[in-house]
């Protein structure tokens, strides 16, 4: 007897969610990802919790944050009312909120090896489905993956770059341009050349610039004339390593922390500063926490000499500058609501409380299945109007 082999044959998909019991693409996703991705979790922690609304209409507000302090009552008789409290938070920006998508083949060789065993074999056996399910995984981590990676190089560049996103070229190879600046004030901007380096990575110190002097006095006028609220300095991780090479600094180190011994022996000790024990009195030193920012986002390309798919890195944070940055949440990231239309030939997942939507696709004319992503989100400052620049590097 004949075996039919209809395109739900060959989904080794459907067979491997029943074999694990899931009744949908979607309780597989949220089940297998949720607690490696977690969304709320990921963007306190990124200083931009996630906005509970999700508009059908992906746009954005960026609204100019306050700190509320408790501002005493005002004194009236008896007979009349107190003064109304003020409203936080005033419109400085809209816009649309730009969305990204990328897609993955689930594991194209592995699969259609797989296919064609289930067609000699007539059946799906359980290690089949399995193969399958580990492709599933695999590329659907990949993708989420690099969808939170595209978040957090969002928000490096926002910070670090003076409030701007800008996608172009270089960062986006195969998509649109886009600018975003969220406005930082000009009187926040500064230079205080510490250093140069060159093409092959030389250091050389600039004289006249105390660097701990200007971070110092820069959070203090923050403070006293903006009533900006605590923060640390945000610096990426090539310019952190920069700095651990300024010899002014660390002659000042070894000296503060050797005052017994001669100053050829001083000078010896400088090759052997251990870096945390460095960078605690830095802190000590400018009165504030430095978070080194060591993320580098990866783009994929196709290259015309080589005729392949390369991946060229993309440093998050902007190099040479050292960034004063509230503590805390310094925005939200704003989402729309993905538009999904359910279609025989795709299973959907929405993930992230229905922040990304999943496509799981089977083509049954190719034998290719394939994931698609989409979301539409941004990471939204609020408080650019407290955050410092100082550019140390020439």
């Known amino acids: 007897m004949a075996i039919t082999r209809t395109p739900q044959f060959y989904d080794l998909i459907a067979h491997g969610l029943s074999n694990l019991g899931y009744t949908s693409f979607s309780e597989y996703v949220n089940d297998m990802f949720a607690e490696k991705y977690n969304a709320e979790q990921t963007f306190e922690q990124m200083g931009f919790p996630l906005n509970p609304s999700l508009p059908l209409r992906p746009t954005y507000e960026q609204l100019d944050a306050v700190v509320r302090p408790y501002t005493m009552a005002g004194y009236v008789d008896i007979d009349s009312d107190g003064p109304t409290k003020s409203t936080d938070g005033l419109a400085l920006k809209m816009g649309q909120i730009p969305i990204f998508k990328h897609e993955i083949p689930i594991g194209r060789k592995e699969l259609r090896d797989q296919l064609y065993l289930v067609d000699r074999l007539g059946t799906v056996s359980d290690e089949i489905s399995s193969v399958a399910m580990d492709q599933l995984f695999l590329s659907t981590d990949n993708l989420l993956g690099g969808n939170y990676n595209t978040f957090r190089y969002q928000r490096h560049r926002i910070v670090s770059n003076e409030g701007k996103l800008v996608i172009n070229k270089i960062n986006n190879p195969m998509g649109i341009a ?51 609220p605590q923060g640390h300095w945000e610096v990426a991780y090539n310019t952190w390593q920069d700095i651990l090479q300024l010899p002014s600094l660390l002659s000042t180190y070894v000296a503060l922390k050797n005052t017994l011994v001669d100053a050829e022996t001083r000078k010896m000790l400088e090759g052997f500063v251990a870096e945390d024990a460095f960078k605690a009195w830095f802190e000590t030193a400018i009165g504030a926490k430095v ?76 034998m290719d299945q394939v994931i698609k992503s989409e979301v539409s989100g941004l990471c939204v400052p609020n408080k650019t109007r407290w955050m410092y620049y100082v550019t140390v590097k020439g």
């Open 178 to 228: 886009l600018e975003i600046d969220f406005g930082v004030p000009a009187k926040n901007k500064q230079k205080a050349i510490a250093y140069t380096k060159d093409s092959d990575g030389k250091i050389t110190e600039k004289t006249g610039v105390n660097l701990v002097q200007v971070l110092k006095d820069t959070q203090r006028m923050a403070r006293l004339k903006d009533n900006c």
């Open 291 to 366: 978070t080194v920012i060591d993320h580098v986002g990866f783009v994929e390309k196709f290259d015309e000499k080589q005729k392949k798919m390369v991946y060229d890195e993309c440093p998050s944070f902007e190099e040479g500058v050292f960034v004063y940055v509230p503590d805390g949440a310094i925005g939200d990231a704003q989402f729309g609501k993905p538009f999904v239309v359910e279609t025989p030939g795709a299973r959907i997942s929405l993930f992230d409380g229905g922040r990304t939507l999943l496509r799981q696709i089977f083509n049954d004319e190719t």
